[in-house]
């Protein structure tokens, strides 16, 4: 039973930068892909990044490319989500997931969550 739990999440403002990380334990963590959604209030999750086993291939939604980066470190079970250029719309509750294999095709791969680290980000 893989557990997530995410953190460095906190109260930030527009422009700033925020580093997420998520710490993996059960399971052989390099043999999963991994990915970061999010959720705001009265939305639904989004996917917001992604990164296969390896960590060779990565893709991002939309209104986060060229401002936020997903890298992951095997040895030690982690996947990062650095955030640059933060805007208000950014604000959310930051959740890793970890799909069902070593690469995913769509949000619907991923089926293991953990709590969820909050992002707030005043204008």
């Known amino acids: 039973q893989v557990q997530l739990v995410e953190s460095g999440g906190g109260l930030v403002q527009s422009g700033d930068s925020l580093r997420l990380s998520c710490a993996a334990s059960?399971?052989?963590?390099?043999?999963?892909?991994m990915g970061w959604f999010r959720q705001a209030p009265g939305k639904e999750r989004e996917f917001v990044a992604g990164?296969?086993?390896?960590?060779?291939?990565?893709d991002y939604a939309d209104f986060v490319k060229g401002r936020f980066i997903i890298t992951r470190d095997n040895a030690r079970k982690m996947v990062h989500l650095q955030m640059n250029g933060l805007k208000p719309e950014d604000t959310a509750i930051y959740y890793c997931?970890?799909?069902?294999?070593?690469?995913?095709?769509?949000?619907?791969?991923?089926?293991?969550w953990g709590q969820g680290t909050q992002v707030t980000v005043s204008s």
């Open positions: 997931a970890r799909a069902n294999r070593n690469y995913y095709l769509g949000p619907r791969d991923f089926g293991s």
């Open positions: 059960g399971g052989t963590f390099s043999n999963y892909a």
């Open positions: 990164i296969n086993w390896s960590g060779g291939a990565t």
